[in-house]
């Protein structure tokens, strides 16, 4: 690995920004909690309030069934005394859901650019990721290319190129309509040419269920892999939170198709109910690299499964 660290103090604001946006400030859980038992005693009424919770919260049934039957075993062997056994029973439970999606992205150093091929639906947030992470990866020290592999509308690629512009980063475009593949397969040697650390590829949304595009993300894949057999080094799906079950659908399709090696998971901060995280974790298990809560560079942060869980339990008095 080579590049900087992180400042500890950007990291401090990130979270207090994560608590206050997840859910608009109102954890579910918490708020929830303590009215799920009125006079303080937890039983299967409680459990089974809580677990409709769940659901709407987003976390999906087969996961929602895996916390409360953790929560059933704990009851049973009455280690679910009051409202405080309660919450750290769930907070235990979250935290090994999302412990082992906890792995940042780290930069190797091959034989060429590390490339990182972006994936999503429209409008997720892919170019805004790029720009993000072109950001993060230039004040850690790196140098960053993207490639231009949204050919699909001509705004897409004068977004990108107005934001390598804006920031003095390199971006190699093609016109409308060209073959995404030949733009980042062009990307890759202008890359190699000028020594390039990284490696940022767009390309243009498509619906898990649209076969021909989703082949072409395929083909996109392998004619990276020939350039430089290492590569693509991350394949990243962005999703958007605020989709709920459908960004569950999506990443499996997408996972199927392409083999993701990671995930950022944008718009936190809007209607989200931040249960998806744990859905995701549960069933697919690729790893999470960033969450975004906003669109300004610093509201992309790597995922930490304990800040996550603590902004999701956090209530008023802790914040
Ligand atoms: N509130 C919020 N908006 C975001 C976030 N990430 C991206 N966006 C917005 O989502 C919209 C679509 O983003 P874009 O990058 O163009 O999506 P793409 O079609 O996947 O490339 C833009 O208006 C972004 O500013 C986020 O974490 N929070
Ligand atoms: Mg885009």
Redesign the pocket.
Known sequence: MFGKKEKPEKKEGFIKRLRARINKGDSWLTYDLANLAPGGKIDEDTLEELESLLVMADVGVDTTERIIQDLQKKLARKELKDVEALQQGLRNILREILAPVEKPLTIEKPDGPFVILMV????????????KLARRFRDQGYSVMLAAG?TFRAA?VE?LQAWGDRNGVPVIAQHAGADPAAVIFDAMDAARARDVDILLA?TA?RLQSQTGLMDELAKVKRVISRRDETAPHEIML?L?ASQGQNALVQAEKFHEALGLTGLTV?????SAKGGILLGIADRIGVPVRF?????AAE??QPFSAEDFVDALLASGHQS
Do not use: P, S, Y
Not at 266 to 270: C, E, M, Y
Not at 291 to 295: D, K, M, P, V
């Open positions: 999503g639906v429209n409008g997720a947030g892919k170019t805004t990721t790029i720009g949204d897409a977004q767009d949304g962005v958007d944008t718009k936190l901060d809007g969450i975004g809560i906003g669109e509201d992309m």
